[in-house]
């Protein structure tokens, strides 16, 4: 089962720094604990997607993910490469879209709380909508 969850961005400079899950408590009333990302693979091919489209290519790249008082944070660098890369781009640019969203396989739950995520494979980050 791969679950999502939302995150939002600021920009800084020129820099877009994003916030792709915190320990708040989603939409769906699901929560993951930031100290149990697994981030190895992930690490490996760093995808930026958007809307969570797998059939697509990655419109960008993360960089500098890591965990930071509770929140997984990473900065994104988008790619000229295609039209929709660069649309995406624009759209961050204007404030239009301002929202993540994570990709992820769920590891382990907490036994007393089924909706509390202990452990979780990150897949992607997404660009989304909503």
């Given at each position: 089962?791969?679950?999502?969850?939302?995150?939002?961005?600021?920009?800084?400079?020129?820099?877009?720094?994003?916030?792709?899950?915190?320990?708040?408590?989603?939409?769906?009333?699901?929560?993951?604990?930031?100290?149990?990302?697994?981030?190895?693979?992930?690490?490996?091919?760093?995808?930026?997607l958007a809307s969570h489209n797998y059939r697509e290519f990655p419109i960008g790249k993360i960089t500098?993910?890591?965990?930071?008082?509770?929140?997984?944070?990473?900065?994104?660098?988008?790619?000229?490469?295609?039209?929709?890369?660069?649309?995406?781009?624009?759209?961050?640019?204007?404030?239009?879209?301002?929202?993540?969203?994570?990709?992820?396989?769920?590891?382990?739950?907490?036994?007393?709380?089924?909706?509390?995520?202990?452990?979780?494979?990150?897949?992607?980050?997404?660009?989304v909508s909503v």
């Amino acid at each position: 089962m791969i679950t999502r969850i939302k995150g939002y961005l600021q920009k800084e400079n020129s820099e877009i720094i994003g916030i792709a899950s915190t320990e708040k408590e989603d939409r769906q009333g699901e929560m993951i604990k930031q100290d149990g990302w697994d981030l190895k693979n992930f690490k490996k091919n760093p995808v930026l997607l958007a809307s969570h489209n797998y059939r697509e290519f990655p419109i960008g790249k993360i960089t500098n993910i890591k965990i930071e008082d509770k929140k997984l944070t990473f900065k994104a660098l988008f790619s000229e490469a295609t039209t929709l890369a660069r649309e995406a781009y624009q759209l961050v640019q204007e404030g239009i879209l301002r929202s993540f969203s994570v990709g992820f396989i769920p590891r382990e739950y907490d036994a007393k709380n089924p909706s509390v995520i202990t452990k979780a494979e990150l897949l992607e980050i997404s660009l989304v909508s909503v």
